[in-house]
């Protein structure tokens, strides 16, 4: 298992920057995957930036370019950099990590923290 707590998050300008952070339980050398999810008031949630073992990044079309998905694995943290912060980017964000094992996988979630771009 691994429990995630998530900061960062609030208020921003358009054209602004945050930073998000997720701390795990357990070293992230031990997750498979890495991930934020952002889900929007009536929208699905959707992958924002993920790290799979550790090397691979993925990143939505939507923020390639301005968001970075960054570890410290000294620290158990994946953070999500934010820069050019558009209105659209408002969501609810949420840090998940994936465990594989022999029956398949388990995710588990952050609490979630919102994010919220307006002038």
């Known amino acids: 298992q691994v429990q995630l707590v998530q900061s960062g998050g609030g208020l921003v300008q358009p054209g602004g920057s945050l930073r998000l952070s997720c701390v795990a339980s357990?070293?992230?050398?031990?997750?498979?995957?890495m991930g934020w999810y952002r889900q929007a008031p009536g929208k699905q949630r959707e992958v924002v930036a993920a790290?799979?073992?550790?090397?691979?990044?993925n990143y939505a079309d939507s923020v390639k370019g301005r968001f970075t998905i960054s570890s410290d694995n000294a620290k158990n943290t994946v953070y999500l950099q934010m820069n050019s912060l558009k209105p659209e980017d408002t969501a609810v964000y949420y840090c998940?990590?994936?465990?594989?094992?022999?029956?398949?996988?388990?995710?588990?979630w952050g609490q979630g923290t919102q994010v919220t771009v307006s002038s």
């Open positions: 790290i799979t073992s550790g090397s691979n990044y």
């Open positions: 998940k990590a994936r465990l594989i094992n022999g029956l398949g996988y388990t995710d588990y």
């Open positions: 357990r070293s992230i050398f031990s997750i498979n995957t």
